[in-house]
């Protein structure tokens, strides 16, 4: 793990909590074991073979990412816990670890799941560009895959919404806007708000646990109404900052991480730090995402997925206050729920 790094226990990103935590219905048949077994075994089996034989690496991983998602989906948990090692220690690994991506998430060189520089292989930032030209030619091949997955385009898309989000808000409020970002990451939305350029917000808190995503927040937005602040879920449900009140505080990339107990105490946190007429956004990927079964396995990145119907759940449970408006929404592919709470005027 990186050093400096305390995880606050809250969010579950150490490697392998996700399925630890999550719900457990009646034992498995002991026969699906067997069954689930098999079935991995001939799916990697062949996966292997077309590595061998040079088919288009596309083709390969897209069969692949297919199975172990219908296999995740047919069997029981526990099964499916299971057969996640026998997938891991599989030698079909050594070929889908050469994408940079896929094996930065699996390795987790900072320590947990889910960092920002993992982030920024699905954006396609420049400074991972070293890692991908480095990158064997298949390497390169599978990551042309992994960074256009439908969660790839999807956690884009999820960035353009929340910059388009903050301009939205900041018009209505030019120069006034307070924004607060929980588990910002890299705020790579950052530079994609117009209203950032034009000076139409007057602060933007970018909290996160990772100092060495605070430090490079703090090197990137010298200079701009950014503030970059190390933070965690369990110092904010605590109130261990005095942050004040804000238009627009937003979380993505975090809630995929909370049980829903942190989850409703993060939300009620949250709309209590709201102003008049302010809004709290809170993302999380979905049990319609696709490709469930290929993170679970070779990037080791497992994820608490929510429906539309359990957003509005932790939203109306953190909610009291009756006048609050809550709306739910899926992104353009579905493999993204979003949540918005606004306090009227
Ligand atoms: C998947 S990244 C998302 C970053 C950014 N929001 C984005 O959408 O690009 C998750 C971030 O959550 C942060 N994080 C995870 N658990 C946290 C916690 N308990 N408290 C604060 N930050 C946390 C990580 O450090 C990481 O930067």
New binding site residues.
Partial sequence: MAQNLV?????L?APGEIRRAARRVAAPDPGHLVVARAELALSLEVSIRQFKSGVEPNAIIERLTDALHQMRRRFHPEVWDAIVPIAQSHPVAHYLHQDPLTRWSFEKP?G?????R??DFI?GRPEIEDAVSSASNLGRSIYAYTRNASSSLA?RE??DI?ARRVDEIASARPGFTEVL?????????GPLSRALGAGAISRWVA????PM?VGTVARDFAGTSVQAMN??????IGGRHALGMFDFIY????Y???PDAVAVKLTKKCVSMLKPGGTFLF?NFSPETDVDGYMETFMNWALLLRSEREMGLIASESASEADLKVSVWSGSNRSIVYCEIQRPQ
Avoid: T
Wanted: glycine share 10%.
């Fill in positions: 995880l606050d226990g809250e969010s990103v900072r947990y799941s889910g960092d920002a993992l982030l954006y956690v999820r960035r929340l970002a929980i588990a910002a990451g890299h705020l790579r939305e909290l996160d646990q990772d995503s933070g965690s879920v369990k110092s904010l979380a993505a990339g975090l995929d991480y909370l993302a």
